[in-house]
């Protein structure tokens, strides 16, 4: 994914170096077969639980986000699909992964980080068909230019992208 994929009007030239991140992102799945999303009142859009990777351990580092972001403990973790997208404007070249798992124990303790609390940063179960829908809408509105935000905008599409690679 380029700032083409993402943005009508290119505001952003192509740098000539991009600096390379990994993350993680996660489809998971509770024993009501509802599918977790994270959002916040900053952006106020839903996207799936994850992060950048801190070791070369994926599916540590996915289980680590879930327990932070969703409050839940995760098993039978598989990747699904893998994602390469170029940021012109921070000059980022992020490779993000997502996982599949199931949630099976909730942790007592607020894990998430002092930034995800003070943006108010909770976990919302939706269906898939719900789901879909949501993302489909937040989709719409990336194309209508009403998502104010550079990121957002950016995993808005890539967790649409994933979310449609899931249900196949």
């Not at 937040?138 to 998502?147: H, I, P, S, T």
Request: net charge negative.
């Amino acid at each position: 994914m380029r700032d083409t994929d993402v943005f009508e009007n290119l505001e952003f030239e192509e740098p000539s170096k991009y600096q390379y991140r990994v993350t993680v992102k996660a489809i998971v799945k509770n024993d009501e077969e509802k599918i977790a999303f994270v959002t916040n009142p900053v952006h106020g859009f839903y996207l799936l639980p994850g992060g950048g990777a801190e070791s070369d351990d994926l599916g540590l580092e996915i289980y680590r986000e879930c327990v932070e972001e969703i409050n839940f403990k995760i098993k039978n973790i598989k990747e699904i699909f893998r994602i390469k997208e170029f940021r012109n404007r921070d000059a980022k070249e992020y490779e993000t992964i997502c996982f599949f798992a199931k949630s099976f124990e909730k942790i007592k303790e607020d894990l998430r980080t002092e930034d995800e609390k003070n943006n108010g940063l909770r976990v919302v179960w939706f269906t898939e068909e719900e789901a879909l829908r949501i993302l489909e809408n937040q989709l719409n509105k990336l194309k209508n230019g009403e998502v104010k935000f550079y990121n957002t905008a950016f995993n808005i599409l890539r967790d649409y992208n994933f979310f449609v690679e899931y249900l196949k």
